[in-house]
């Protein structure tokens, strides 16, 4: 592609008319997430399946009804292992507030038989804190 047909004017006039910027997709295996830390929970999902650690692995896949009108908690991940049922969220290192935890602790608190965390990537390497209700 030519370098010299995105002028400065033309890149301010196609801003205007898409107006708000949508999202990018990040993509792993015909699988589209909403941010490069999800992409990187599921390459280590992939590498511990075919390590046979766990047996499968599930991205959004259902919505828990939570006590209240319209409350539902989306977790990012299902796993299914041997020791059972696992839940887990994935965060970026720079949200730090635990708002984030409270559906998961009243889910927590709902269906004790299944174990919930959530994942942290900070510095290159994942720091999980598991949630109790």
Known sequence: MRRDVFTEEWLAEAKKKMGKPATVPFRYVEQQYKSKVEVRFAQLLAA???????LEWHYEPFNFRLPGEKN??????????????HIVD????SQG?????????VVAGMYTWISFA??????GEWVYREVKP
Do not use: H
Not at 72 to 85: F, H, Q, R
Not at 90 to 93: A, D, E, Q, R, Y
Not at 97 to 105: A, E, G, T, W, Y
């Open 90 to 93: 994935t965060k970026g290192w």
């Open 118 to 123: 959530q994942a942290r990537w900070i510095k």
């Open 72 to 85: 539902y908690y989306k977790p990012d991940w299902l796993i299914v292992s041997n020791e059972g049922l």
């Open 97 to 105: 507030d635990d708002r984030s935890l409270v559906k998961m602790k």
């Open 48 to 54: 511990r399946k075919f390590a046979c650690e766990i």
